[in-house]
């Protein structure tokens, strides 16, 4: 097995059987009062707590999946139901050495002290002075706290945004050519070509000739034309806001000493 320390520090981590399987989270380390070797570990097989359960640790080896022990879950689970007050009575032991089957008057193997030194909890191991004085004896120590700041987020609504089509009117100018007929006279002369022509009619008549003149002008016409598409669509901008908060923790003075010590 492991050393003491080694297998004290396998408190808060997992029991696991023979064949790897989980059987609880071990809550503490019993240790014999008089060698100091790991003995038992006292494991909470059930989902809500309640009474531990007692498993020697004579033959426990570290596993992958936590301290291994030689026995199966449901051997474990039925284990007597001993009461963990930090120390485990020779009436109580005997009754765990027969359900696991081992020898309760092997001191060499299995830690038990016949002169009544007893199996005690390795919560409780150390050379711890000094007691409560504010009340009644809680704990050999003080437990020192501080505050914490956590900052979380939340999402607000800061504005809305949208499109409005409305029409407008606006004048427009533009250069347009257009072309006109204009009358142009043409004279001349009686020639030996043209004498023919010339005195094909009476002598002295009266006569109209006509020519029809045109001209263009503009003509003006609208259609609509889609020109663009346009639509909303948002982006994320990362900005970094400076957060400020008072926050209380606990200091412990030591008094009655040469020099002052705060922790």
Partial sequence: MASTQEVLEYRGQNLVDRDGDKIGKIEDIYLDAQTE???????????FGGKGTFVPLAEATPGDGG???????????????VEADGELSHEEERELYAHYSLDYGNDADYGNDAAGEGVVSGGDRGETVGRDTSGPETDHAM????????????????????LKKYI?????????????????????PITDANV???TSGGELTEEEHEVTLHAEEPVVDKQVVPKERVR?????????????ESVAKEQIDIEGTDDSQRR
């Fill in 37 to 47: 070797q790991p003995e038992w570990a006292l494991v909470h097989t059930g989902m």
């Fill in 67 to 81: 301290l291994q022990v030689p026995y199966e879950k449901s051997h474990v689970k039925d284990a007597p139901g």
């Fill in 143 to 162: 437990t020192r706290s501080e505050e914490e700041l956590s900052v979380g987020k939340t999402q607000r609504e800061t504005g809305r945004a949208r």
């Fill in 168 to 188: 407008v009117t606006e004048d427009v100018q533009t250069t347009v050519p257009v072309q006109r007929e204009e009358v142009r006279v043409e004279r001349e």
């Fill in 196 to 198: 023919g022509e010339a």
């Fill in 232 to 244: 909303l669509d948002k982006d994320v901008v990362q900005d970094e806001h400076q957060v400020s």
